[in-house]
C-alpha cells in the first residue's frame, strides 16, 4: 500500500487510546473536531488515516501507529510532516518518534550522495574511524589566523576540518575567501605530508541565495558543505543534495534541533531528525552530541540515531559523528560504541591541547592507533608525548561519566 506510518507516543489514561488514536487517524485526514455530517463512504475509504497498531506501554502513556494514504500529501518531507504531526504536535503531550515510508513513497528520496564510501575515498583512509576537528575562537578574526589554524590542524593529521555552525558570512572571513584560502593551505600540506584533510565551509545565509552560494562554492574548489539544517528545514537540504551543479558532501549540524527533539513528551525524537531523515534527505555526515561529551545524550537515544545512519538500506549510509566534549581520553569509549564507521570530532580538544591544534590533532590519531592495536592510552602514552600530555589535561574519559 502507498502510505506512510506514523508512530507517536501519548500520554493519557489507561483505556483512551483507542479513541485517541481513532480521533487523529480522523482528525488529521478527511475529519474535524466535529461530525461532518456530508462525510462520504468514498472519501473516509480512500483518505482516511487508519489505526495500525496500539500499545499501551505504562500506565499513563501508549505507543500508536497511524498509517496516511498517499492520495493525502505530496511526496516532500513538508507536506508530510504536516500531516502526520502539523496540528497534532500542538496537541497536548504526544511526541513523533518515527515515521516508515513504503517503498514506492521512499524512493523518491535521494539519500548521501557520497555517503561513508564516498567520503572515504576523498580521504584515501579506510582502516580506522577518521578525525575531524572544527575551527575555533574564530569570530574577530582575519583569514591570516583563519589559514594559521587551518594549517595546524591538518599538520596534526585530521581528515577533516569543518567551520563552526556560528560563523557566517562576515567581512574579515567572507565565505568565497575562506574557501580559496582553505583550498591553498591544504594544498600546501598535502604537498608536504602526502595527507589529505577536507575542509567544510558553512553554507549560510538566506534560502533563496543558498543553491547559488554552493554552485560557486563547487567553483572555487570547495571540499565539502557544513549545513546548520534545523534552522532551514530538512527539505532545503534535499535541494541541495539534490543540485548536480553542487555535487559536493554535506555535513548536517545538528544546531536547533533539540528544541523540537530534547523533550521526551514532545517533538520529534532524536533518531527520525538525526537519523533517519538526514539521511533520506542525503546529508553525508550527520553531527550529534555523544553520550559523554560536554553536551551528553541519552545513550540510547545516540545509538538509534546511530542505527538509522548505517542500517543496511537502500541509500548509502551517512557517517555518524558524535561529538562535543571531545578529548583524547574518550576514544576508546567512541570506538567501543561507534565501532570504525564513525567520525570522531573535536574543538575544544584539539585547540586546547597544550602543544596547540597540531599536538591536539597528533594525540587523537596517537589514541586511535592505540585503540586499533590493542594498546591501552596509558601505555600508548609512554611512547607519545601529545597523547600523553593530553591525558595529563583531561584525563582517560573516567572522570566524564557516561550516560546510560
Ligand atoms: C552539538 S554537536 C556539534 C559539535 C560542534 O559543532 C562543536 O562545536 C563542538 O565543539 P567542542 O569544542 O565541544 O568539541
Ligand atoms: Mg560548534
Not at 51 to 59: D, G, R
Not at 134 to 151: A, C, E, H, P, T
Not at 167 to 187: C, S, V, Y
Not at 259 to 285: C, E, H
Request: proline share 4%.
Amino acid at each position: 500500500m502507498s502510505e506512510v506510518i506514523a508512530t507517536y507516543v501519548l500520554s493519557g489514561k489507561s483505556g483512551t487510546f483507542e479513541k485517541k488514536a481513532e480521533g487523529i487517524a480522523l482528525g488529521l485526514t478527511v475529519g474535524s473536531w466535529t461530525d461532518l455530517p456530508q462525510l462520504e463512504q468514498e472519501q473516509l475509504r480512500k483518505y482516511k488515516g487508519r489505526v495500525v497498531e496500539i500499545n499501551e506501554l505504562e500506565s499513563d502513556t501508549a505507543e500508536i501507529r497511524i498509517a496516511y494514504p498517499s492520495g493525502n500529501y505530496s511526496n516532500d518531507i513538508p507536506a508530510i510532516l504536516t500531516t502526520v504531526f502539523g496540528k497534532l504536535s500542538l496537541d497536548g503531550r504526544v511526541k513523533l518518534t518515527d515515521i516508515e515510508f513504503s517503498d514506492d513513497l521512499k524512493k523518491a528520496y535521494p539519500g548521501p550522495r557520497f555517503g561513508i564510501g564516498g567520503i572515504r575515498e576523498k580521504v584515501n583512509v579506510f582502516d580506522r574511524p577518521l578525525l575531524m576537528s572544527i575551527f575555533k575562537g574564530v569570530i574577530g578574526r582575519d583569514l591570516d589566523y583563519l589559514q594559521s589554524q587551518l594549517r595546524a590542524q591538518a599538520l596534526g593529521g585530521v581528515d577533516l576540518v569543518k567551520d563552526d555552525e556560528i560563523l557566517f558570512d562576515n567581512e574579515l572571513t567572507p565565505f568565497e575567501e575562506r574557501i580559496k584560502a582553505g583550498t591553498n593551505i591544504l594544498r600546501e600540506v598535502f604537498e608536504e605530508t602526502g595527507a589529505r584533510t577536507l575542509y567544510a565551509v558553512n553554507l549560510s545565509g538566506r534560502t533563496a541565495t543558498l543553491r547559488e552560494k554552493a554552485r560557486r562554492a563547487r567553483e572555487l574548489g570547495a571540499d565539502a558543505l557544513l549545513f546548520n539544517v534545523f534552522t532551514y528545514g530538512l527539505d532545503v537540504l534535499q535541494e541541495l543534495r539534490e543540485d548536480e551543479e553542487i555535487s559536493l558532501p554535506i555535513m548536517a549540524h545538528p544546531s536547533f534541533s533539540g528544541a523540537s527533539a530534547a523533550s521526551p513528551q514532545y517533538g520529534v525524537s532524536y533518531s527520525l531528525w538525526l537519523g533517519k531523515f538526514l539521511r533520506m534527505t542525503g546529508a553525508d555526515l550527520s553531527l550529534f552530541p555523544s553520550p559523554y561529551g560536554s553536551v551528553a545524550l541519552d545513550k540510547k537515544q545516540v545509538l538509534a540515531i546511530r542505527d538509522e545512519l548505517v542500517k543496511p538500506d537502500e541509500f548509502n549510509e551517512t557517517f555518524p559523528v558524535p561529538s562535543a566534549g571531545i578529548h583524547p581520553g574518550l576514544v576508546p569509549q567512541l570506538i567501543a560504541d561507534f565501532g570504525h564507521e564513525c567520525v570522531i570530532n573535536a574543538g575544544g580538544g584539539v585547540h586546547g591541547h597544550p602543544d596547540g591544534a597540531a599536538g591536539g590533532g597528533k594525540a587523537f590519531r596517537q589514541a586511535i592507533e592505540a585503540v586499533l592495536d590493542g594498546t591501552t592510552l596509558v601505555e600508548a602514552a609512554f611512547a607519545n608525548k601529545e597523547l600523553d600530555e593530553a591525558l595529563k589535561l583531561w584525563g582517560e574519559g573516567a572522570a566524564v561519566s557516561v550516560k546510560k
